[in-house]
Every structure is written in structure tokens, then in C-alpha cells.
């Protein structure tokens, strides 16, 4: 059964009734700039084909209802504030939440969810969740939201609602990304780009490797991450790492006492001008050429911003003993994905050398498919 159906049926068994319709919105991969949405800097994702699906229909009592595929006993609430609503309605009860703070006024609807991006996963089920409730509420009620608008307030669900403290990728992605193009994002100014990103038309492909890492000490890392790049920042007197170039890293790491910081920071300044070259090359249509910027990143992420596991460093090794031209983490870190840049016919025997080193290491079993960039939120 597709998502669109396993909604729809998810709905009338929930409520009896016929959804006024169904929305959708993707999970994504940040193709390169890890952790430099939250330091004002640039990032690169493109959306998955996988996507969540909420089934939405109007409320009979004035109050939102929201139920899933993976917990099918909805969840009711009135006007809340944060806190009120927990566990995985916070993410719905926090849309509605946001909206109504930004000046909204969302209509009492009835939900019912069914999702294909795996959760916890870095995919950003979290974002597709909030993306597709987002958009259900604003189409619905005719509501008067720019897109330019929309990840902001899905963000500010997650940070303020659900008390996750995640920067503007994942909901940029997943409300504004375009199918067959990247979204190169300034996270600070939210200007963006649609950068060509075709690459069946280059023969190659990217390949996506789920570690299925179990994610351990992922809310507490990323908080430390988020504070060492504050701490920088303020050292440095700059509004934000981004105002960092990497002419003036030298002199700002002798600036930097303590090691840790010095490390977290060059990551954020080189992984921003590694999106930066990035983009310009993908620009130009060499699209091979961006491997070796993969690998830099996730040497990076591993070495300086340590968010690395042995289960993602394994996969990046195997997929580039296989030929890959260039392979990272993908994702906040602590577990995840990997993705691959290959040759599009070395799509299975990539996967499979990424498996048997997972064999060999004792690690449970990776899962891997090729992702092409998919569109953004929107009604079905
Ligand atoms: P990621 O965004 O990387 O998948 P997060 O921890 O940010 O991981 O978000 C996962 C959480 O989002 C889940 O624990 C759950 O609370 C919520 N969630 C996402 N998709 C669904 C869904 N289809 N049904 C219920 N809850 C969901
Ligand atoms: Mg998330």
C-alpha cells in the first residue's frame, strides 16, 4: 500500500470519515554543510522521495486531533502551550502552536499520519512531519504564509514546542526544496538557490547507506556542539561562525586557547566554504568533481566536529574502497546515513561492499538505496 493510501485508511479508521484531502512532505539529505545552519552558515540539501503523508479533514469540536500509523490512538488537544502536549504529538500540537504565535489563526483539524522516511534516522522525519502539518493547516485555512515564511515557524515547533534545539535545515528542506534540484540555503539571510542537481544526465548517482546505528548521546552532543560554536563566536567577536572566512581561520585559531573550540571551529569555517565550492561547481556541471569535498566533510565531521561513529567512518571507507568519488555522514551525527557519490551503475556493488565490511566489523546490517532529489511539501 502506498503512504498516500496507508493515510488515507489511517484516517477513516480513526475518525469514520473522508480527509478533505492529503498532504505531503519529504525527509532530506544535506548533500554537505553539517552543522552550519545553526552558525548562520550555508547548507546543501535536496529532498528524498520518501515522504509523510497526513490525511486532514475538519475538526466537528473546535479541537486537533493527530494519529499515526505508529501510534494509532489520536492524540486530542485544544489551544496549547508548550509543554501541555508531549511525546510525538508535541511535533503537530507545536505547528499549530507556532502558527498561532506567528499571528495565524490555524483551523481545528482531525489528522491521521503515515510516513516512509525512517525515524531517527537523520533523514528528518522529524521535519516532514511538521512540513506536511504545516502545509495541510495553511492550505486548509487559507492562510496567507509566504514560503519563505513556512520553515521558520516548523522550526520554531521543534526548538520551542518540542524542546529541540535543531537549526533551519531540515524544515527548509523539506518546505522548499524542488524535485531534480539542491537547495543551496544561506542560513542566515534564508535567501536560497535551486541548483541543478540532475545526475542520472552525468551517469552517476547517490547512494544512500542507513548504518542503523543505534543513536546514543545524540540531544546532549549536539547541544555541546551548539555551545562550543557560541563560545567561539563570542571569543572571536562575531555575530556567528559564518562571519569567519577561511583566510582569516589561521589567525582565529590562534585567537581560540582551548583545543576543542579551535577544532569546531575550523570545521564550521571549512565545511561552509566547502558548500560554497560546492554549489559553484555543481553551477559549472561538474558534478564528479564535488567527491573529493564529500570526503573532506566528513573527514572533518570525524576529526575536528567529532560526531562520527565506527558504523558511518566504515561505511565512508567501504563506499569509497568501492570507487565512490566522494563519501560523508550526512545528518546531525552519533549514527545516521552516508551518502556516496558513484558511478550510476555501481549503485549494488557499492551496497554490497558497505554490507560486507558491516559484516566483518560485527555491526548490524546497513540499508542502503539510491536517493534522487524529490519534491517539496505540498497537497497530493
Ligand atoms: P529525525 O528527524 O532524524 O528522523 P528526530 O528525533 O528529529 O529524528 O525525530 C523523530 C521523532 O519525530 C520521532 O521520535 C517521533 O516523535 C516524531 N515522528 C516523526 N515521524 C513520525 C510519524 N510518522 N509518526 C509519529 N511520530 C513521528
Ligand atoms: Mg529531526
Redesign the pocket.
Same mark, same amino acid.
Given at each position: 500500500m502506498s503512504t498516500a493510501s496507508e493515510a488515507l485508511a489511517a484516517f477513516t479508521a480513526a475518525y469514520g470519515t473522508e480527509p478533505a484531502g492529503l498532504w505531503a512532505a519529504p525527509g532530506r539529505v544535506n548533500l554537505i554543510g553539517e552543522h552550519t545552519d545553526y552558525n548562520d552558515g550555508f547548507v546543501l540539501p535536496f529532498a528524498l522521495p520518501q515522504r509523510?503523508v497526513a490525511a486532514v479533514g475538519p475538526s466537528p469540536d473546535g479541537t486537533w486531533s493527530v494519529s499515526?500509523t505508529? +501510534?494509532p490512538e489520536p492524540v486530542t488537544f485544544g489551544v496549547t502551550e508548550p509543554g501541555e502536549v508531549t511525546g510525538?504529538g508535541a511535533?503537530v500540537a507545536g505547528v499549530v502552536w507556532a502558527l498561532r504565535d506567528a499571528g495565524f489563526e490555524p483551523p481545528a483539524v482531525r489528522i491521521a499520519?503515515a510516513?516512509e522516511?525512517p525515524?531517527?534516522?537523520?533523514?528528518?522525519?522529524?521535519?516532514?512531519?511538521e512540513s506536511a502539518v504545516l502545509t495541510a493547516l495553511i492550505d486548509l485555512g487559507g492562510l496567507d504564509v509566504p514560503l519563505e515564511r513556512r520553515p521558520a515557524i516548523a522550526q520554531r515547533a521543534e526548538n520551542l514546542y518540542v524542546g +529541540?534545539p535543531t537549526g533551519i535545515l531540515?524544515q527548509s528542506a523539506s518546505i522548499r526544496c524542488e524535485a531534480g534540484r539542491a537547495l543551496f540555503l544561506d542560513c542566515r539571510s534564508y535567501a536560497i538557490e535551486q541548483i541543478p542537481f540532475d545526475l542520472a544526465a552525468a551517469g552517476l548517482a547517490i547512494l544512500v547507506i542507513n548504518s542503523n546505528a543505534p543513536h546514543q548521546h545524540v540531544d546532549g552532543e549536539y547541544g555541546a556542539r551548539r555551545k562550543s560554536c557560541e563560545e567561539s563566536a563570542a571569543i572571536l567577536g562575531v555575530p556567528a561562525l559564518r562571519d569567519v572566512g577561511v583566510d582569516e581561520l589561521p589567525a582565529a585559531l590562534d585567537r581560540l586557547g582551548d583545543d576543542v573550540l579551535r577544532k569546531r571551529t575550523r570545521h564550521i569555517v571549512t565545511e561552509n566554504q566547502r558548500v560554497l565550492d560546492t554549489v559553484a561547481l555543481l553551477r559549472a556541471g561538474k558534478v564528479r568533481e564535488i567527491g573529493p569535498l564529500l570526503t573532506a566533510s566528513h573527514d572533518s565531521m570525524r576529526d575536528d566536529f567529532e560526531i562520527t561513529v565506527a558504523q558511518v567512518d566504515v561505511a565512508v571507507q567501504a563506499a569509497l574502497a568501492a570507487g565512490a568519488y566522494g563519501a560523508r555522514m550526512t545528518?546531525g551525527g552519533f549514527g545516521g546515513c552516508v551518502l556516496a557519490l558513484i558511478d550510476a551503475d555501481r549503485a549494488e556493488v557499492t551496497a554490497d561492499a558497505v554490507a560486507a565490511a558491516y559484516t566483518e566489523h560485527g555491526f548490524t546490517a546497513p540499508t542502503s538505496w539510491v536517493a534522487v532529489a524529490g519534491p517539496g511539501a505540498g497537497k497530493i
Open positions: 509523510t499515526s505508529l +501510534a510525538w511535533y499520519i510516513s522516511v525515524l531517527g534516522s537523520g533523514l528528518s522525519s522529524s521535519a516532514a512531519l +529541540a531540515d545528518g
